[in-house]
C-alpha cells in the first residue's frame, strides 16, 4: 500500500510539474505570412492631370460694338475662314437723339474747319508767290551790286520758310477733308439707323479649321475689344497637363512611359512624356502647404481609339514609370524594417522567426526590391512589431 501511495504521489507531483511548466512556457505569436517571389516590378509616380487641346484658339472681339448672337453650339465644325460671329456698331449710341445731334454739329465743324484750311492755304501761297517774287528782285540787284549778299541770303530764306508754310497748310486742308468725311460717315449711319436701315457689320471669322469647344458668350449684347467670344480647337488633338512636385520632375525625362488609369475606360492607356517644363511655380495643396510644381506633357502613345471618348478637359490619373523590370525578386514593403545601418526581415524557418540582413533595390511603394538575403520561395512575417524577435516560435493566422 505504501509503495502504491509514493508512486500515486510522484505521478501526481509529475503532472502538476509538466502542467507549469506548460502555462509558462512561451506561446507562438499568431503572424500574416508573405512570401518572396519573382514578378515584374514598377517604379511609378502617381499624379492627377487633365486633358487638354494641343492647339487651342480663343476668338475675340475685334472692336466694340453689339455682338449678334451666336449661333453655333460647342462641337460644331468651322471651316478656316468661316464667320463665327458679327458685331454691329454700339446700338445704344448710334440711336440715342442727343449722339446724332453731336455727329451733325460735328459734320457741320469739320465743314467750317475744311474752309477755314482752304482760306489759310490761299494765303500761304499768295505769301509763297509774294517770297519768290521778292527774291527774284534781289538776285537782279545783286547781280548789279546794289544790295549785298546777306541781302540775297535773307531773301532765299524767306522764300523758303514761305514754301514750308504752304506745304504745311496744304497737309492741314487734308486733315480737314478726313474730318469732315469721318463726320459725314458718322451722321450718315446715324440717320440709316433712324430710318430703320441695316448697319455696317464687322464679321469674326475663324483663323483655322477646328471644332467649337466652348462658347464664352452666346447671347447678344455689348462687347468690349478684345472679349473672348468663343473657343476652337481639334479635339482629336488631345494632350495631358500633369503637375508633378519639382522633386518627382527631376526625375521624368521626355520619353518615359506613362499610364494613364482611372479615365473612365476600360483598361489604362499608355503615353508618353514629350515636355517637361524648365519652370516651376508655387501651389498651395488642399492641407493649406506650399509646394513647388511642374507642368509635364504627355503624349497619347496608344492608338485614337483606345481614348476617343476623351475630350478637352477630363481627369485622369497618370502613373510616370520611373523604372521597371519583368523578373526582380520582391517582398511586401511591410515585411521590412531597419536593421542598425541596413535592413533586415524575419524570415520563418520551420515554427521560428529567423533574422535575415537582406540588401534592398528598387522601391515601388507597397513591394521592394531584394538584391541578396532571401531567395524565391522564401516565407517571411509580413507585419512585424515588438513582439517578434529573432528565434521566436510564430505561428501563421
Known amino acids: 500500500m505504501r509503495l502504491r501511495a509514493k508512486i500515486g504521489m510522484l505521478a501526481t507531483a509529475a503532472v502538476v510539474a509538466a502542467g507549469l511548466a506548460l502555462g509558462f512556457m512561451p506561446r507562438a505569436v499568431p503572424v500574416d ?11 511609378t509616380v502617381e499624379e492627377e492631370g487633365k486633358t487638354r487641346v494641343r492647339e487651342r484658339y480663343t476668338v ?61 492755304a490761299r494765303a500761304a501761297s499768295a505769301a509763297a508767290q509774294l517770297a519768290q517774287q521778292e527774291r527774284a528782285r534781289v538776285e537782279a540787284l545783286r547781280q548789279s551790286n546794289f544790295v549785298s549778299a546777306q541781302a540775297l541770303d535773307s531773301a532765299r530764306t524767306a522764300e523758303t520758310r514761305a514754301r ?71 479635339p482629336a488633338s488631345l494632350e495631358i497637363e500633369v503637375e508633378v512636385l519639382s522633386t518627382h520632375a527631376v526625375k521624368i525625362a521626355p520619353g518615359s512611359k506613362v499610364i494613364l488609369d482611372r479615365w473612365g475606360g476600360e483598361r489604362p492607356v499608355e503615353g508618353r512624356v514629350r515636355v517637361v517644363e524648365p519652370s516651376g511655380f508655387t501651389k498651395i495643396s488642399a492641407l493649406g502647404v506650399e509646394e513647388q510644381r511642374v507642368r509635364v506633357i504627355v503624349d497619347f502613345a496608344a492608338p485614337r481609339e483606345a481614348w476617343a471618348r476623351l475630350g478637352d478637359g477630363y481627369r485622369v490619373e497618370a502613373r510616370f514609370v520611373l523604372w521597371e523590370g519583368q523578373d526582380v525578386l520582391q517582398l511586401p514593403t511591410s515585411a521590412l524594417f531597419r536593421q542598425g545601418e541596413g535592413w533586415a526581415a524575419f524570415v520563418i524557418d520551420g515554427r521560428r522567426a529567423r533574422l535575415a540582413p537582406v540588401e534592398l533595390g528598387q522601391r515601388a511603394g507597397l513591394a521592394t526590391e531584394v538584391l541578396s538575403g532571401l531567395a ?22
Open 33 to 43: 505570412v508573405a512570401e518572396a517571389a519573382r514578378a515584374p516590378l514598377a517604379v
Open 60 to 120: 475675340s472681339a475685334p472692336v466694340a460694338g453689339y455682338l449678334r448672337r451666336i449661333d453655333l453650339k460647342a462641337g460644331d465644325a468651322v471651316a478656316a475662314g468661316q464667320v463665327v460671329a458679327v458685331i454691329e456698331p454700339a446700338r445704344s449710341v448710334a440711336l440715342d437723339p442727343r449722339t446724332r445731334a453731336q455727329a451733325q454739329a460735328q459734320a457741320r465743324a469739320a465743314q467750317a474747319a475744311l474752309a477755314a484750311a482752304q482760306e489759310n
Open 164 to 234: 514750308a508754310a504752304e506745304a504745311a497748310v496744304q497737309h492741314a486742308v487734308r486733315v480737314a477733308r478726313f474730318d469732315l468725311a469721318t463726320a459725314q460717315a458718322a451722321v450718315a449711319s446715324t440717320d440709316r439707323l433712324q430710318a430703320g436701315g441695316t448697319t455696317e457689320q464687322m464679321p469674326v471669322r475663324a483663323p483655322v479649321a477646328a471644332h467649337v469647344l466652348k462658347l464664352l458668350h452666346e447671347s447678344e449684347g455689348a462687347v468690349t475689344a478684345g472679349q473672348p467670344l468663343l473657343d476652337i480647337g481639334d
Open 376 to 397: 524565391a520561395g522564401d516565407k517571411v512575417v509580413a507585419h512585424p512589431d515588438e513582439t517578434i524577435k529573432d528565434g521566436v516560435r510564430v505561428k501563421p493566422r
